[in-house]
């Protein structure tokens, strides 16, 4: 017989009967993957959003959809309903502490990021041994981000690694995409904007076109094209993600999306395209959306300040200024971007005297940001300006050193062209290297920024540019002859040679170093660089910087292993330096000097009579 029909449902039975079910706990975990998160937090409000108790497999689901969908009060208050986890620990007392140090770490909790991280990581190793990538990918990234926050990069990027390596045993392709955007906003944070373009790359060529995480892989990809200087596909990635954020009615994420539109267009040198979206995206954000309107601001006074308008920017920073601080205000990060931003007001001031004296109590603090380098060249210019053309030149060759490493380019190069012609005659290779590249790097070509609102969505149906990451000249450069062409640094400087010249070129020298067959030759001896493979970085770096020299620091960054903050710092460059004047077979070709001033540093440089010879390839293997 058939049940009566008012015992028949047609909704689906409550949480105890059917949704604690594996196959339920499955298809939300499939809809996070894909990116779905407003249609996954409004269905979980519908059915579960009135309960106060929750079991700890749905809770820990509801926290990572409340904390991605941007509800972090709502994720606070389910943490507080959690009844206490028991002494046996599963694998979901290992998200749920994911989850509590993903939270934690927005509130800039670091102690107890690194708790929770450490609860979640003996979980791992004892539950889920041979399993649970994607819970161990998740641990791996959000210890990156603590040690990024902590200020320890190196061991970052090594943890980074671990976790790239770790998502590809990944099958599942939605997991993969989201956890794609993930490392590649993580490489961003590392400073590594080409790593970080593959990853996102990856992520949106797998993520639903229309969902929340395509729209910060869109915005993450703007920004890593820009700052490598890719300005029309930046352009491209800035447009669809306005175009995300408008079909999800979000005026919250539209201004979001403007603001890299405008970050995007002030790094190609169109300022006053960037004024445009700026005030597109000031219109948006609502008073309290704090932290947007403050950036939007900032971007905004540095669009003005680039335009020479230095009293309409001063207006603007002045509102800057009573936004009232931020927990991140602190941090020497924060300190830079504020004193590159007053600098440039001062520079488009024409205070030159002013620049130079914001700029130099950084001179010496080990920044490495993207901000550091535009300040430097901020300081160069002024510093050309007033007819200072030694500290002109050392403040470029140090933003250069910075985006040689980092693969950056920096916006303005019209207005530094002098400095960059000025950096062709450093003696470092890396600085000539860098000029030569900046000095191709074609200009943005001109094209409708704003598109009209009836033609945003339209941008949807764009797919990502599959143009080559490779750098510009990566390939071997060849003379008019079809020579293949080659760097010499001597102590007169940096040139190039053809391959077949670099005999001739380097007669004269007694030290001639060639990093193409890994040569050491002192006069008539021939010493091979092959077991010496921990030196010959260092050898290159002392001839590179034969006027400076390097400091501990430096020296042993450049030999690899232990880094500065290692218990024998001292000693192991005392016995570097010690196998590099063995190596030489003259312990006076290298010279201990100390900087001027009570903390001065030690520095290590060759001798000033050494007559020295490098040889290296045109282009890097990192470009």
Not at 294 to 317: D, P, S
Not at 536 to 564: T, W
């Amino acid at each position: 017989m058939r049940p009566p029909a008012e015992s028949r449902r047609s909704l689906p039975p409550e949480f105890g009967e059917v949704h604690a079910t594996p196959a339920v706990l499955a298809l939300v975990d499939r809809l996070v993957a894909l990116g779905d998160t407003p249609f996954v937090a409004g269905w979980m409000d519908a059915n579960f959003g009135g309960r106060a108790r929750y079991e700890l497999p749905l809770a820990v689901r509801m926290m990572r959809v409340w904390r991605e969908a941007g509800r972090i009060d709502r994720t606070r208050a389910l943490l507080g309903a959690l009844a206490p986890t028991s002494n046996n620990p599963t694998l979901d007392s290992a998200r749920l502490s994911i989850e509590k140090a993903a939270l934690f770490l927005l509130e800039q909790r670091l102690e107890h990021v690194e708790a929770e991280l450490r609860a979640a990581g003996r979980i791992l190793n004892d539950v889920a041994r041979g399993g649970a990538t994607r819970e161990q990918v998740e641990h791996h990234v959000l210890s990156a981000e603590l040690e990024c926050a902590q200020g320890r990069r190196s061991q970052a990027s090594a943890t980074a690694k671990l976790a790239e390596h770790l998502a590809e045993r990944l099958e599942d392709s939605s997991s993969r995409a989201s956890l794609g955007t993930s490392l590649g906003r993580l490489c961003l944070r590392l400073r590594d904007p080409k790593a970080a373009a593959i990853h996102l790359r990856a992520a949106l060529e797998r993520l639903p076109p229309r969902s929340p995480v395509a729209l910060t892989s869109e915005a993450n990809m703007a920004f890593a094209m820009a700052i490598t200087g890719s300005h029309l596909e930046a352009r491209e990635h800035a447009h669809a993600a306005i175009a995300i954020a408008t079909e999800l009615r979000s005026p919250g994420l539209q201004a979001d999306a403007y603001d890299i539109l405008a970050l995007a267009e002030l790094l190609a040198d169109r300022p006053m395209v960037a004024l445009d979206a700026i005030d597109e995206g000031l219109l948006l954000a609502s008073d309290q959306e704090r932290n947007l309107r403050r950036t939007l601001t900032l971007h905004r006074t540095l669009a003005l300040a680039i335009l020479g308008r230095a009293e309409n920017a001063r207006e603007w920073y002045g509102r800057l200024e009573h936004m009232g601080a931020t927990r991140e205000d602190s941090s020497l990060e924060h300190e830079i971007a504020m004193a590159s931003l007053r600098a440039r007001i001062e520079e488009a001031d024409r205070r030159y005297g002013d620049v130079i004296d914001l700029v130099r109590p950084f001179a010496n603090s080990s920044a490495d940001s993207y901000l550091s380098g535009v300040m430097w060249l901020t300081a160069a210019r002024a510093a050309e300006q007033s007819g200072d053309t030694q500290a002109a030149l050392e403040w470029v060759e140090s933003a250069s050193l910075l985006g040689h490493k980092h693969g950056w380019v920096y916006p303005e190069r019209e207005r530094s062209a002098n400095l960059w012609s000025m950096a062709l005659r450093s003696g470092d290779s890396r600085v000539v290297r860098y000029a030569e590249h900046l000095l191709t790097v074609p200009e943005a070509a001109s094209m409708t920024s704003l598109p009209p609102p009836s033609s945003r969505l339209s941008l949807l149906s764009m797919a990502p540019s599959t143009r080559s990451l490779e750098p510009p000249g990566s390939s071997i450069e060849l003379s008019q002859s079809g020579e293949t062409l080659v760097y010499v640094t001597t102590p007169g400087g940096v040139s190039r040679v053809a391959l077949s010249d670099v005999k001739q070129n380097t007669e004269s020298a007694n030290l001639v170093v060639d990093t193409l067959h890994h040569m050491l030759r002192i006069g008539d001896r021939e010493v091979s660089l092959e077991r010496r493979r921990a030196l010959e970085p260092l050898v290159v770096a002392l001839l590179r910087r034969a006027r400076e020299g390097l400091s501990g620091d430096d020296i042993l960054r450049a030999a690899g292993g232990p880094g500065p903050e290692s218990a024998d710092a001292e000693h192991r460059v005392r016995v570097l330096i010690s196998r590099v004047r063995e190596l030489f077979g003259d312990p006076g070709a290298i010279e201990r000097v100390r900087d001027a001033g009570e903390h001065g540093k030690t520095r290590y440089r060759v001798a000033g009579n050494l007559q020295f010879a490098l040889v290296e390839p045109l282009f890097s293997a990192g470009g």
